[in-house]
């Protein structure tokens, strides 16, 4: 019986609706067998169409038939179990549209699980098997599953393609050498695996080593994710601080104005109260001397007027009159222009100084990695208008052309004073603040200094010089020589000499960088270091008739 068992096909004594062996084995109307649970749940689910039908026929029944268990079949199927017959494969194990088909399978075909590039066929786990035991087929190549199998016969031979033909880079057989590629460069296909798999693993390191230079990019980009996120949060936390107190400041002020004013009318409006008060007793009092006066000239008595009239007469001094002195009507208006000045001064600061800030914030450049620009135009991307500060520049600098051409003159001009103004060296600043990347050109004649410094440096004395302090950076240019000074330190830089110098500024990257340019660009001198302030323009003229313009 166990032999017999052997033979017959699993799938006999399996329930379709599970694809497992028989439990509690039924049997319906139309003699397909299912296990008793299965078949219930399937109708159970057509219960309110009342019409029951088979899962394979489809065959429909009514009323629902009665199921009784199968003696005769569920003894059978335990007897099979006993010979070590199993269940169907699950439905997993069966090759789908997209696996790779057992080739020796019959009926549905199962997933094949290698694949042998000798035999040039697929197995699933039992078709394999032979592979593993039989002496000849042990020395076999199996691979993972492939439906490229066919493509490894040459298709004008239809023999297995082991050799490679390095001329025209493609696999071939034993027999192309003979005729369509006799006389290339032909290997074994496995030594060409070598060669290419050496390659390969060069490529993959290069491959490895990129992914883990790209990990650290990433890795410094995430840092600096959180670096901006706290820079911001906490730069906003500080600002509306700061601001705050601005706004405290200003509305104490304004308080203490407000109550100076009361203070100060409460007690004028008293002086004035007390002597209106005066007056008007004094007036009282002189109605009724003219009342008086008024009632001895009606007196017919002669003797009587004449001895009444010099008591009557007499007029005391009024002592309030001569103190009032009448102004024009202007008593608190001064405070308002004191403050409306005020107000204008804070106007200009907060509007000059907002524009650095915003421009502090704009220029924020998170991408570390972004090239530096090469070409002329590349440059002119950055291009930035600068004007000169009449403010800083030296009496003996004339200004001109919308303040972005200044000149040498022998004659003092009538700037007015200010703390801001140079006065040993005949220097001039911007007005614009310069942060992130700029890029200016000037138009230079004679001696002359084209310059980058701190709003800080000094105004005063020979350290006011630019690059002669650690606050400024100078390219010093003259018809025979050009240098570059800073902190006192200066460097030789040799040509091409042109009227017109470019200047670069990586404010974050801390790079200046000063061009000659004449048609094309040459780079002069190029710093490296660390700006911890916003940068100025700044030029020096020298010699008369020396003067720089702004491009």
């Not at 006799?182 to 290997?187: A, L, P, R, Y």
Request: with cysteine; charged share 25%.
């Amino acid at each position: 019986m166990a032999k017999k068992g052997d033979q017959l096909d699993r799938e006999t004594f399996s329930c379709s609706i599970c694809v497992d062996l028989l439990k509690d084995p039924v049997t319906i109307p139309c003699g397909h067998s299912y296990c008793m649970n299965c078949i219930k749940s399937f109708w159970d689910g057509e219960d309110q169409k009342g019409i029951y039908s088979c899962p394979q026929c489809r065959k429909t029944f009514t009323p629902r038939p009665v199921l009784e268990k199968s003696t005769m079949l569920a003894a059978l199927v335990e007897q099979l179990k006993k010979t070590g017959l199993q269940a169907a494969p699950a439905d997993h194990c069966y090759a789908g549209p997209e696996d790779v088909a057992c080739d020796f399978c019959s009926g549905r075909k199962l997933k094949a699980i290698k694949s042998c590039l000798f035999c040039l066929a697929s197995y699933c786990e039992k078709h394999l098997q032979p592979h593993y035991v039989v002496a000849p087929l042990k020395k076999h190549k199996l691979v993972e599953p492939s439906k490229n199998l066919q493509e490894n016969i040459c298709s004008r031979h239809d023999e297995v393609m082991k050799m490679f033909c390095r001329t025209d880079q493609k696999c071939i057989c034993y027999l192309c050498p003979v005729d369509e590629h006799k006389g290339h460069d032909t290997v074994s296909a496995a030594a060409e695996r070598t060669e290419r798999q050496r390659e390969l693993e060069v490529s993959r390191q290069e491959i490895q080593q990129r992914i883990q230079d790209r990990e650290k990019d990433v890795k410094l980009l995430q840092q600096e994710v959180e670096a901006i996120n706290h820079s911001a949060d906490k730069t906003v936390e500080d600002s509306e601080k700061i601001f705050t107190e601005l706004i405290r400041l200003i509305q104490k002020r304004s308080s203490d104005v407000k109550q100076q004013i009361r203070s100060q009318q409460e007690t004028e409006m008293s002086g004035v109260k007390e002597l209106q008060k005066k007056l008007e007793q004094e007036i009282t009092e002189l109605k009724r001397k003219d009342a008086e006066l008024k009632q001895l000239s009606h007196t017919e008595d002669h003797n009587q007027f004449l001895h009444n009239y010099p008591s009557l007469s007499a007029l005391s001094e009024s002592t309030h009159s001569s103190s009032i002195n009448i102004r024009p009507l202007r008593y608190f208006e001064d405070v308002t222009a004191a403050v409306s000045e005020l107000r204008d001064k804070l106007q200009d600061i907060l509007t000059d100084r907002w524009t650095n800030i915003s421009l502090t914030v704009t220029d924020v450049d998170v991408l570390l990695s972004q090239p530096e620009p090469k070409s002329r135009a590349e440059f002119l991307k950055y291009s930035c208008e600068i004007t000169l500060d009449p403010n800083t520049a030296h009496t003996l600098l004339l200004l001109s052309e919308g303040n972005r051409k200044v000149t040498f003159i022998k004659q003092h001009q009538s700037y007015s004073s200010h703390p801001e103004r140079f006065t040993k060296y005949c220097q001039v600043l911007s007005r614009e603040s310069l942060t992130g990347r700029c890029y200016w050109e000037v138009k230079i004649k004679r001696d002359v200094s084209v310059a980058v410094a701190y709003k800080n440096i000094s105004r005063k004395g020979d350290e006011s010089g630019f690059g002669c302090n650690d606050k400024s950076w100078s390219l010093h240019y003259n018809q025979k020589s050009c240098k570059f000074y800073n902190n006192s330190i200066s460097t030789s830089i040799s040509g091409p000499w042109s009227s017109r110098v470019g200047v670069y500024l990586n404010h974050r990257a801390g790079i200046l960088s000063f061009y000659s340019i004449s048609g094309a660009m040459t780079l002069l001198h190029r710093v490296q270091t660390t700006f911890t302030q916003p940068l100025y323009a700044g030029v020096g003229i020298y010699s008369d008739p020396g003067s720089v313009k702004f491009c």
